[in-house]
């Protein structure tokens, strides 16, 4: 695993000395999961959740009961034209 | 008197009997939290002021009118912080809508009050990752309170809360109850809603209580359980009466004993309190029976892929936009890189690594997808031993309450901690940690807490044996 590659896709800045100390810990984790490689796991279908729901569905309705904008963009860090503001993405 | 040193049963005897009004409770508990937290860091923050007024107009019948609740601070409240212990979100986000648990806390007639400490994120089993301050347990400061419903737990213990909500992915509720001397409730999942909780593992977490007493676990359960049409994994079922499962006796209940929680890591004195337990069961009238938990060895590297993945994703929603912390960049992609280097702290970003390595592309089936088969296997396991049993013991965690900085430099030590705990987050049944006396160390009495894991919606005979247990005396 390359730490740098992982955390730009994670979409995070690291210094050179987390990344050195990120590489060690993370390869030390993976080395320890690599026991589930001894697992025979033929034919075992995998669990996304415990609990098995499928499907819920509901009336195609408007429930009301949502954010209003205003309560939407209480938190963001700026706001312009009651919209979320960032950087210029076109030139 | 001391009104947080209170369970919810008796605070209600107060207010009934005309003995205190919310509002002096709220108050009485205030002067506490002021006087004994900056000892424990167990409170993020309060606002007494909120309370008070929605103390203004509460309804005294109803089964939870006029108690004060903690919260821990993943859980959104209208108009309260909400800060997960991170600072991305610390002094930048104020919730603006109820989770579902909170809900059904309000119309119950409880008061969220308090925003409790937690590891960030809900990553840690000490609270050390708090990203606001440290967190301490109560009945030896030198000590975490385990985690990550580390300030929850610190609260209810230390008596400046009458009750909490915690939450729980691998033993969030459980390890910091048993650490701290408390009662925690991990319900099965899709027992509770999770709408409105900030998610670290979206097939793991459950919301649940944290108390004095198993009565008091019962009471909170039966208000926050049940269907949420804002959560499609909670489940559509109805909710019995917790309550009335305390003061059943447990005659003939088989209570199963895996062997592989009882094998190497189990510090000695530990293994001792939760014999001790197993035999007061025994003599209750409960049927002791041994099972096995073969893949229960896999559990820890099982979870870490899993909860890392989930995390990874849903993480991602912290880039900056929409609320948290921001960093100043003239490029999008450096705003999201910076804004998550600056806003997260040190095991998040190290979780949301890990998590991103094993979804990405060429790994994904050696790692995540053989993780989610091998889940497979230990859901098997319990699966074939509650056929044999309707409840299953153990320890909650191998030692007492770690030192404060025991861990730092080891993760993985830490993770390996787990063990007890994260299986049931696996298999998604539900489990509690009950108090069953303490240990010494260094001349300090550390609480033990006993595990009880019940099949999936087995929540009341988890009830039943807790309370019996409880009732017995045996912990001291």
């Known amino acids: 695993m390359n730490i740098r590659t992982v955390a730009h896709l994670a979409r995070i800045a690291l210094s050179d000395e987390e990344a050195s100390r990120y590489q060690e810990q993370v390869d030390q984790i993976l080395k320890y999961v690599e026991q589930l490689n001894l697992i025979n796991v033929d034919g075992i279908e995998p669990t996304a959740h415990a609990g098995a729901v499928f499907d819920v569905v509901r009336q195609d309705l408007v429930t009301g009961n949502s954010l209003s904008q205003e309560a939407a963009l209480s938190n963001a860090p700026a706001v312009s034209h009651e919209q979320f503001r960032m950087p210029k993405v076109v030139e | ?476």
Do not use: W
């Not at chain 2, 606001?132 to 737990?153: E, F």
């Not at chain 2, 007492?400 to 900085?405: S, V």
């Open chain 2, 1 to 476: 008197m001391n009104v947080a040193s209170l369970t919810i049963a008796e605070l209600r005897r107060s207010y009934l009997s005309g003995d205190l009004s919310p509002s002096e409770a709220l108050s009485s508990i205030a002067v506490e939290i002021d006087q004994k937290d900056n000892a424990i860091g167990g409170y993020l923050s309060f606002d007494l002021d909120r309370a008070l007024a929605d103390a203004a107009n509460i309804d005294l019948s109803l089964p939870l009118g006029g108690i004060p609740i903690a919260i821990k601070d993943l859980i959104n409240v209208e108009g309260h912080p909400c800060s997960c212990a991170s600072k991305m979100l610390h002094g930048k986000y104020t919730s603006p809508y109820d989770a579902t648990v909170i809900r059904k806390l309000r119309e119950a007639g409880a008061i969220p009050f308090g925003r409790t400490n937690m590891d960030e994120f809900a990553m840690g089993s000490s609270t050390e990752n708090s990203g606001i301050q440290i967190c301490r347990n109560p009945h030896d400061t030198t000590r975490t309170p385990g985690g990550s419903s580390g300030g929850s737990a610190a609260v209810v213990a230390g008596n400046t809360a009458i009750a909490a909500l915690g939450t729980d992915t691998g033993g969030s509720i459980r390890q910091p109850a048993s650490h701290c001397g408390v009662v925690g409730l991990k319900p099965t999942y899709g027992r509770v809603s999770r709408y409105g909780l900030v998610a670290f593992a979206s097939s793991l977490d459950q919301c649940g209580p944290m108390t004095k007493t198993v009565a008091d676990a019962a009471l909170l359960l039966e208000v926050i359980s049940g269907r949420c049409d804002r959560d499609s994994t909670c489940l559509n079922e109805d909710v019995p009466s917790y309550t009335g499962a305390v003061g059943k006796d447990i005659k003939g209940l088989r209570i199963g004993l895996p062997a592989e929680y009882f094998a190497k890591g189990l510090d000695p004195a530990v293994k001792d309190r939760i014999e001790a337990a197993i035999k007061t069961l025994e003599s209750l009238g409960a049927e002791i029976v041994p099972v096995s938990l073969p893949n229960t060895e896999h559990a820890v590297a099982t979870y870490y892929i899993i909860a890392t993945a989930e995390a990874s994703a849903n993480l991602a929603r912290f880039d900056g936009v929409r609320y948290g912390h921001r960093a100043e960049a003239d490029d999008l992609i450096d705003l999201y890189k910076k804004s998550r280097a600056e806003g997260f702290g040190e095991e998040v970003k190290r979780r949301i690594i890990l998590g991103t390595y094993v979804l990405s592309s060429g790994y994904y089936d050696a790692y995540y997808l053989r993780a989610q088969k091998v889940r497979t296997l230990i859901r098997r396991d319990f699966e074939e031993a509650f056929q044999k049993v309707d409840l299953i013991v153990s320890p909650v965690s191998p030692t007492p309450a770690f030192k404060l900085g025991e861990h730092h430099s080891d993760p993985l030590a830490m993770y390996l901690a787990d063990i007890y705990t994260i299986s049931a987050n696996l298999a998604g049944i539900c489990g509690i940690s009950v108090p069953c006396g303490t240990v010494s160390v260094d001349g300090k009495a550390l609480p033990v807490g006993l595990q009880l894991l019940g099949k999936p919606m087995g929540e009341i005979d988890l009830i039943r044996a807790a309370h019996a247990y409880e009732a017995s005396g045996d912990a001291g």
